[in-house]
């Protein structure tokens, strides 16, 4: 199967028309209030348009109320709900069934036990997210711009499709790959000029430096 690529935390036209012209496979809106990332409704609904039939839309919520998600869905139309708090097993597959969209469930990873819960969120979600572990003054969840042990992963096969999450950047993102073998990656702060900004250099540097990833397998170490 062909990589996937995932630029997230879009917030203007400019970084969005990078990420398409790059050929990003999805593109993500982040709807929490916490993060530098958030972007309101009304932009992102606009932005979604734009996007549409060039690449899936997703949206980024933080254990959102079932108020919230139906405001998200009701406006600007994802093709994905991206789940990145605590949902439990039920909540992920209630969604699911609630509002007939596919669920991409984010799980942090920092030892051999956290991979305990794949097979149990793979059975309810259409899409894994495997990101680190936020350090524990964080105010938000996901790796905040840093990696985890991507040997971790060496052997893993989950039912579902997953990305590569967390401190990838397009200097890092090949030997990420030649690691893992990861079906997909997922980018927000290491494509950015300063904290919740895109740059839109180092979203088409990071398209590029993934799909020649796949051609030309970089070293693993």
């Known amino acids: 199967m062909p990589l996937i690529v995932k630029i997230c935390g879009l917030k203007t036209a400019e970084a969005l028309d990078a990420a398409l012209d790059a050929g990003a496979d999805m593109v993500g809106f982040v709807f929490f209030p916490k993060s530098p990332r958030n972007i309101a409704l009304a932009e992102a609904a606009a932005l979604a348009k734009c996007a ?3 690449a899936e839309i997703v949206a980024l919520t933080v254990d959102a109320g079932d108020a919230t998600l139906s405001e998200i869905v009701e406006t600007v139309r994802p093709d994905w709900l991206q789940l990145h708090g605590a949902e439990s097993t039920d909540a992920v597959a209630a969604l699911r069934e609630a509002f007939g969209l596919r669920i991409m ?6 030892t051999k036990g956290d991979l305990t819960r794949i097979d149990r969120y793979a059975a309810v979600a259409d899409r894994l997210l495997f990101d680190a572990h936020p ?9 905040l711009g840093q990696p985890f042990d991507w040997h971790l992963l060496d052997g893993i096969r989950p039912r579902v499709p997953y990305l590569l999450s967390g401190g990838l950047d397009p200097s890092n993102v090949a ?21 919740g900004e895109k740059d839109p250099d180092k979203i088409r540097a990071f398209v590029k430096a993934a799909r020649a990833a796949m051609q030309t397998p970089a070293s693993v170490s």
């Not at 469930?105 to 920092?110: T, V």
């Open 52 to 54: 549409r039939g060039k």
């Open 105 to 110: 469930k984010a799980l942090p990873i920092s």
């Open 135 to 143: 350090p524990k003054d964080a105010t938000r969840p996901g790796g």
């Open 175 to 195: 030997q990420a790959l030649a690691i893992t073998n990861a079906p997909g990656v997922d980018v927000s702060s290491g494509v950015e000029r300063s904290i």
